[in-house]
């Protein structure tokens, strides 16, 4: 376990999130759960407990308090109740202000070495823009955060299993305009960062990346599109020359079979279902979205706020309870890397 806990930040708290944050933490002992503290207006969280027929005592502390406090009570770095009563599954902007700055406490205590790693909650992108939100999403806004001296650092978005870590080196596009956005440059840098982070935070001395083509059978030697020839092919043999253990381009659809798995550290997909598709196929439940790139540890659940079921108390906590033991396992590892 890391010497400092995990901040894990409240998410859109119309969500499930309040509730995944309060089962995680009755399930601790069986989930062997790091200790963690959950930024959010205590007071929500007690009344989604109470509606929903858990014990689950809160204690009000501050970060250095966590590790104390976390067998006997949930510990919460409280925020100001937000605006309004919140309603499961009834998202309003009113809300936006906290998930904002449950977001802005975890960073801050992250940078000032208060916490190992961020864990983030689910929030819903429409609420905060409603909101006057400026960011595309919840990456690009840890990175706005992460800033130094006004550069942005590249995040890169990662899905990890024990099975299975895939990167999409483009991703919330539309399919028709992923290959005029894939470039070799953009394939390059995103190699770099995975492989670069696979040694530091996940302990691999010597990463290889499995790297899909674009096409239907990589191209076909340019009978289905010349794009895995002039734009991946190059970008591979960059990275090889650079010293990282890349192969490539394969066809997509014999990558993700368990003995083609079994001969890689981490696939880069030119696209967002490229990528997306096998690892929901393997681990539903358990997947866990990690932002590599940034200067402190984010995982998230590979889920969102499912409002449709929020306040039933039917939510699984699998991927957040995933997202928390891969936190503590990449903050101990860093803490060991001189690199980190």
Known sequence: MPATPLALTQGDPAGIGPELT????LERRERALPPFACIADPGHLADIARQLGWSVPLRLCDWGEVRASFAEALPVIP??????????????????????????????????GDVAAVVTNPIAKSVLYSAGFKHPGHTEYLA????????????????????????????HEP?????????????????????????SRFGIAAPKLAISGLNPHAGENGTMGHEDAAIVAPAIAQLRAEGIDARGPYPAD?????RAR?????????YHDQALIPIKTIAFDEGVNVTL????????????????????????????????????????????????
């Open 254 to 258: 014999t990558m993700f079979h368990a």
């Open 175 to 199: 399919l028709r305009r992923v290959p005029e956005l894939l470039t070799t440059a953009l394939i390059v840098e995103t190699g770099r960062i995975v492989a670069a982070e696979l040694r």
């Open 293 to 340: 790139g940034l200067p402190f540890i984010r995982t998230s659940p590979d889920h969102g706020t499912a409002f449709d079921i929020a306040g039933r108390g039917v939510a699984r906590p699998d991927s957040l309870c995933a997202a928390l033991k891969l936190a503590a396992r990449m903050a101990e590892r860093a803490a060991t890397d001189p690199t980190s």
């Open 79 to 112: 925020l100001a109740p937000d605006a309004g009563r919140v309603v499961p599954g009834k998202p309003d902007a009113a809300t936006a202000a906290g998930t904002i700055a449950s977001i802005d406490r975890a960073v801050e205590a992250a940078r000032h």
């Open 22 to 25: 309060l089962r995680a933490w």
């Open 144 to 171: 706005h955060l992460a800033a130094r001296d006004g550069v942005e650092p590249r995040p890169v978005m990662m899905l990890w299993c024990e099975e299975l870590a895939v990167v999409p080196v483009t991703i």
């Open 262 to 270: 079994a001969g890689y550290d981490a696939a880069l997909a030119m």
